[in-house]
């Protein structure tokens, strides 16, 4: 085991599938040898893999996600990069219309091994166009699979799976995470889709959440466990395909549940998780789901205002209170 | 003419073909037996069958929103084409795609799309792949004047462009986008003029004639095998019916209707075979009968297959069940 940046995992997890497969292949917006991708996880690539493999392309997201998606089905599998997730909005059709549907609208007749990158998130101060969390919109969307990794460790072995993955995937990462570091093992290993990751284990609430919130989550635990309050903190590190059991049989030891993501409330993944469990655990729950998400606006630019929006410890913390 | 005997029977047979496919589409739709809408490739045959006929089998073709007679030209199955329009289970998508996402994988369509102006990109793509694998195999890409102005053209076209992507690009201009008219979208004379910006030749050609568009097509195709990138033909050509399947069309005048129909595409690629005595009239007659024997028995596979059962509807999201 070797202690690892996020950063640094996610790209020895492209580099060795590149190294095995000939097919993978990058593409996106500087994410060449000039810049190294605008948060330099594809750093150093390009000088190793060449220019084609490692691929510059212009400012064009519907072609890049629709080129990606037009070799695919055609014998490689392309990594494509979007640089920010906010800017996915500028691929929608290739993503939702396109690469999602392709399989089904065809009968069947194609496997799309398609991985498209990108990065979502606030707590930089780069406002409303490079801060949203969107990951509902994908969740919303049959045919695309969702991964949404915050530790080291889960970035490198679920973009192995992404990449062998014969369905495309939406990989979703976190600016605040690429300097975070783990214990990372030397052997090489791969994180099947749709298992959750128990980082702490409790008896009295459970709490789930995503990204960041993961880590925030993580100390809230370790305060309220200080205050005597045992919680158990849920990372699905995929959202499609979805690990409900992980989820649901916490909930049945805890019977309070607490959902944290920095989406904005309203359609958020958390409505839908708390459906789900509302479904397939109502007789288990003590008291009511409580939903931490960030409120209906856009992202906010100037510090105070974003650190307002931008769920945190505190308010993980009084949610479970309110319910414990 | 540098065209051989042999591919003028070729082009007056993939001509004929998709005329005579989608002429069997309306009836059945007559008979009410079409579910949902169409997008007739009537009066534009002469250009799925000169384009496809510069491809190899191996090569692929991007298709559109009126893709009937991409499929067809390019050489997919007409019962399993036949039997998708009708929903059947035995239609190429299972009965999951329809008219507009008619596609056979296995005869080189990458795929027909309900979003004008989606396939670009995909074409792009997919001329990539070709590139990086290096199998000297081309795309073409159909789209329509609608889609020439829509943001994946310029940046599919530029992509294409910087890169030297083995793609044709195939703009079939019948002049309306739905209803409305190009001289009120469009502020060049031709849309092939646009070629210029990204560097890459253009051209226009008459598309309801097979061997204009043949022609074009050889020499774009050899060059992007050759590794001289891209190219935009712009086949200009005329809906025979309305956009779709309740549109009478009635906002294009009489006589411009008339100059189109009396430009039909299987006449003039008829004529041409006949005077460069690639066929005679009994041949032509016979290529005739055995097409339409072949489009009737499809259609009676079409008609007799079986729907899919309901829950069928829940299959083919992923490749393995989630």
């Known amino acids: 085991m070797t202690e690892k940046t996020y950063r640094d995992a996610l790209k020895e997890g492209l580099r060795e599938e590149m190294l095995r497969d000939e097919r993978v292949f990058i593409m996106g917006e500087d ?12 750093k150093g690539l390009a000088e190793e893999f060449g220019d084609d493999r490692v691929r510059d392309t ?40 396109q690469a999602a549907k392709m399989r089904y609208m065809f009968g069947g007749q194609t496997s799309v091994p398609l991985v498209l990158r990108s990065v979502f998130g606030g707590g930089k101060s780069i406002a409303s166009h490079h801060s949203q969390s969107l990951e509902a919109w994908f969740m919303h ?11 080291a460790y889960d970035v490198k072995g679920l973009i192995k799976t992404a ?14 995470v690429y300097d975070r570091k783990e214990e990372v093992p030397e052997e090489e290993y791969l994180i099947p889709f749709g298992e959750a990751r128990v980082h702490r284990e409790g008896d009295d609430v459970t709490i789930w959440g995503t990204f960041f919130m993961v880590h925030k989550a993580i100390e809230a635990a370790d305060e309220l466990a200080k205050q005597g309050i045992s919680a158990e903190v849920i990372d699905p590190r995929t959202l499609v395909p979805l690990d409900k059991k992980t989820l649901i049989d916490s909930v049945k030891k805890t019977g309070r ?7 904005t409330k309203t359609g958020a993944t958390t409505a839908e998780i708390a459906a789900i469990v509302q479904e397939e655990a109502f007789d288990w729950l003590d008291a009511p789901i409580k939903r931490v998400n960030a409120p209906d ?9 974003e650190q307002y929006f931008i769920p945190d410890k505190e308010r993980i913390i009084s949610a479970v209170r309110e319910i414990v | 003419m540098a065209v051989t005997k042999k591919k003028l029977v070729d082009l007056y047979t993939r001509t004929l073909k998709v005329r005579l496919f989608e002429e069997k589409v309306w009836d059945l739709f007559g008979e009410n037996l079409v579910p949902g809408t169409l997008h007739l490739y009537l009066g534009q045959e002469a250009v799925a069958a000169g384009v496809t006929a510069a491809l190899k089998k191996s090569d692929w073709v991007q298709s559109t929103h009126r893709g009937h007679g991409h499929v067809v030209a390019k050489g997919a199955d007409m019962k399993a084409a036949l039997a998708e329009l009708l929903g059947k289970r035995t239609g190429s998508c299972k009965g999951k795609g329809g008219s507009m996402h008619i596609t056979e994988f296995k005869a080189g369509v990458l795929g027909a799309t309900g979003v004008v102006a989606s396939g670009l990109p995909i074409a792009a793509g997919a001329a990539l792949s070709c590139q990086m694998r290096g199998t000297k195999e081309v795309v073409a890409c159909f789209f329509g004047d609608g889609a020439s102005n829509n943001g994946t053209f310029g940046e599919s076209l530029n992509m294409s462009a910087i890169w030297k992507l083995p793609v044709i690009w195939i703009v079939e201009n019948n002049f309306y986008a739905m209803g409305t008219p190009i001289t009120l979208t469009c502020p060049s004379q031709s849309i092939a003029q646009r070629a210029e910006a990204y560097c890459i030749p253009g051209c226009v050609v008459d598309g309801n004639n097979a061997v204009e568009v043949y022609e074009a097509t050889l020499e774009a195709v050899k060059r992007a095998r050759e590794g001289g990138g891209p190219s935009l033909i712009e086949c200009q050509t005329y809906r025979m019916r309305g956009h779709s399947r309740f549109d009478p069309a009635k906002y294009r005048p009489k006589e411009e209707v008339d100059f189109w129909l009396s430009k039909d595409a299987v006449e003039i690629i008829q004529s041409i075979a006949l005077e460069k005595k690639a066929l005679t009239r009994k041949e032509a007659k016979d290529i005739r009968k055995k097409l339409q024997k072949e489009v009737d028995s499809a259609a009676d596979f079409a008609v007799k297959s079986e729907y899919p059962e309901p829950q069928e509807a829940l299959d083919d999201v992923f490749a393995e069940v989630a």
């Open chain 1, 31 to 42: 994410v060449g040898r000039n810049w190294g991708g605008a948060f330099k996880v594809t």
């Open chain 1, 257 to 263: 549940l607490v959902l944290v993501t920095e989406e």
């Open chain 1, 141 to 151: 969307t049959p045919g695309l699979k969702i991964a949404v990794p915050s530790f």
């Open chain 1, 163 to 176: 990449i062998r993955d014969p369905d495309p995937v939406m990989f979703f990462e976190h600016k605040l």
């Open chain 1, 58 to 97: 212009p400012i064009s997201e519907n072609t890049i996600a629709g080129a990606a998606l037009g070799a695919a089905i055609t014998g490689l599998i392309p990594v494509a990069e979007i640089m920010f997730g906010d800017l996915i909005t500028l691929a929608m059709d290739q993503v939702c219309n």
């Open chain 1, 297 to 305: 606006t856009p992202v906010p630019f100037s510090p105070p205002l």
